[in-house]
């Protein structure tokens, strides 16, 4: 079993949609988390943290459950820039960030 | 411009010639790492560096190895290329990788043949 395990879509959803991606992880261990975004044979980029309390930056929410042990990715009004791959991430404090195999999203006109 | 700096970003090798992928941060971060992503594993953590002369193992070291002599710098080495080490690579860098993740190049693919 993966450590992150993303659902691989592809999402295709329209412009001006509101999509949602969770994320699953199985070490209870971790402690932080965060959201890359990729483009195609591009490097990973930071979108943003996610905190126990959630936390919103303009069109984008991520929030966690620690009990049930899921990240999710909330993006409203969705814009064709939109369109990459997502990345769900943990860090178990061995230095090294566990990533899952990201979900891609296409928006489209 | 605050960046890690990964060459070459293109390389194509035979099997067994020696060759380094070199990275290099303007940051001053102290920890730096290399990952490799191949299509459907995402991305695997080779070996990672939390300062000058301190290295450790990743997930996947084996066929790699790496130096860390100066903070800006953290090379990866492969000492004798194998077809199963086609992949794309990424160096990276941070300050605290569980606070503000880390800072990725613009990653290096290789082919060995």
């Known amino acids: 079993r993966k450590e992150v395990e993303q659902d691989p879509g592809p999402f295709n959803v329209p412009e001006g949609a509101t999509v949602a991606f969770n994320c699953t992880y199985s070490?209870?261990?971790?402690?932080?988390f965060f959201w890359y975004r990729q483009d195609c044979r591009k490097e990973p980029k930071l979108l943003m943290s996610?905190?126990?309390s959630g936390n919103e930056d303009g069109r984008f929410t991520a929030q966690l459950n620690r009990a049930s042990q899921y990240i999710s990715l909330l993006i409203r009004d969705s814009k064709l820039s939109d369109s990459a791959t997502y990345l769900c991430?943990?860090?178990?404090?061995?230095?090294?960030?566990?990533f899952g195999s990201g979900t891609r999203l296409q928006v489209q006109p | 411009e605050a960046q890690v700096t990964q060459n070459p970003r293109y390389l194509i090798t035979v099997t067994g010639k020696k060759l380094t992928v070199t990275c290099s941060q303007n940051?001053?971060?102290?920890?730096m790492s290399w990952y490799r992503q191949d299509p459907g594993l995402g991305l695997r953590q080779i070996y990672y560096?939390?300062?000058?002369?301190?290295?450790d193992k990743g997930d996947v070291p084996e066929g790699y190895k790496v130096s860390r002599k100066e903070k800006r710098n953290f090379p990866l080495i492969l000492e004798s290329p194998s077809p199963n080490q086609t992949s794309l690579y990424f160096c990276?860098?941070?300050?605290?990788?569980?606070?503000?993740?880390?800072?990725f190049g613009s990653g290096t693919r290789l082919t060995v043949v």
């Open positions: 070490n209870s261990a971790s402690q932080s």
């Open positions: 996610v905190y126990s």
């Open positions: 560096s939390m300062n000058v002369e301190v290295t």
């Open positions: 940051m001053n971060h102290e920890y």
């Open positions: 990276a860098s941070t300050t605290l990788p569980g606070a503000y993740g880390y800072t």
């Open positions: 991430v943990t860090y178990t404090g061995r230095r090294a960030l566990t």
